[in-house]
T-cell receptor
Framework: KAGVTQTPRYLIKTRGQQVTLSCSPISGHRSVSWYQQTPGQGLQFLFEYFSETQRNKGNFPGRFSGRQFSNSRSEMNVSTLELGDSALYLC????????????FGSGTRLTVV | QQQVKQSPQSLIVQKGGISIINCAYE??????FPWYQQFPGKGPALLIA?????SEKKEGRFTISFNKSAKQFSLHIMDSQPGDSATYFC???????????FGKGTKLSVKP
């Protein structure tokens, strides 16, 4: 059974640009969550999607957005990139909003220069 | 209210020893407490999880102890091995909200 797939694995962007990250959940998983991981702040929740609807949102500015498609695949977008957005972005999927645990992907390492 | 506090920040244990990592929470609405293991360059992997109606759960060398009245839970790694060297995160969530609140992590080094 394939795990959570995130693309791309690495990304370098310039300050002010925008970026789109992709996540394919485990087959049959309907809930997808996104997290930002940095050395200073640790793992912080960005948002959760279930059945194509955003169900929960963390404390991040509006530059961070996401969406989920009918096949449960999800994308997150960061506009007007700042140096502080450099982080590992992790996607996690669950069969049903975390009731059976979340499985994480290996993440996308975003570097903003 | 939403914080999960994890200690210690780093831990060095000899091979064969017991590794103990502690977490404390404040929000009594939390009803799911997982532990994740993360190796460099990888995403966190679910290790073991517990719900508040159980005081202890064991899976192989890994045990979660849960103290509901103290709002604390801990991970015990028995017979620690060099391959266990990784960063461990505790987390908590409210089942209906679909998000995990993570501790800051503990970097475990198991010396041969």
């Amino acid at each position: 059974k394939a795990g959570v797939t995130q693309t791309p694995r690495y990304l370098i962007k310039t300050r002010g640009q925008q970026v789109t990250l992709s996540c394919s959940p485990i087959s049959g998983h309907r809930s997808v969550s996104w997290y930002q991981q940095t050395p200073g702040q640790g793992l912080q929740f960005l948002f959760e999607y279930f059945s194509e609807t955003q169900r929960n949102k963390g404390n991040f500015p509006g530059r961070f957005s996401g969406r989920q498609f009918s096949n449960s695949r999800s994308e997150m977008n960061v506009s007007t990139l700042e140096l502080g957005d450099s982080a590992l972005y992790l996607c996690a999927s669950s069969p049903d909003r975390g009731r059976f645990g979340y499985t994480f992907g290996s993440g996308t390492r975003l570097t903003v220069v | 209210q939403q914080q999960v506090k994890q200690s210690p920040q780093s831990l060095i244990v000899q091979k064969g020893g017991i590794s103990i990592i502690n977490c404390a929470y404040e929000n009594t609405a939390f009803d799911y407490f997982p532990w994740y293991q993360q190796f460099p360059g990888k995403g966190p992997a679910l290790l073991i999880a517990i719900r508040p109606d159980v005081s202890e759960k064991k899976e192989g060398r890994f045990t979660i102890s849960f103290n509901k009245s103290a709002k604390q839970f801990s991970l015990h790694i028995m017979d620690s091995q060099p391959g266990d060297s990784a960063t461990y995160f505790c987390a908590a969530s409210i089942g209906s909200q679909g998000n995990l609140i993570f501790g800051k992590g503990t970097k475990l080094s198991v010396k041969p």
